[in-house]
């Protein structure tokens, strides 16, 4: 069935492209006014194209408002689901921080203060004092 309509398609736009030119030379035309038949033919090649391009650009107009129409009824449900999930992973993360990081923190600070405290009370000899050449 689509190659029919393929033969179809190439046997009209081959007829309308060859009907000028057999127009032009089967009419009776006097006998110097062969520059008129010209100027007709091109006239009416000029006008078809004209109408094929007007076609034509109707119809990739048509063709763009119908993507962006599609591309905006997409393109909006996923941006929302977007933010929905970057507020989730921002709730969870500071979940994480209060929760979880905060007492770790405090945990390894008093640890390390508790660990500082016992090796300066364990210290028996006191620090040297560094002179300026032991410094650079």
Known sequence: MKVVFI???AVLVLAALVLPIVLLFASPLPQDSWLVGVRDTAIIY???FMCVGAILFIVMTALLAFIAFAIRDHIVPALQKVDDMAKTVK???T???ESVVSPIIKVAGAAA???AMVQSLARRNPPKPTTKK???
């Open 113 to 115: 203060g508790a660990r």
């Open 7 to 9: 033969i179809i398609a």
């Open 91 to 93: 709730g969870t993360a």
């Open 95 to 97: 979940f994480v921080s």
């Open 46 to 48: 000029a006008s078809m």
């Open 134 to 136: 032991e410094q650079s």
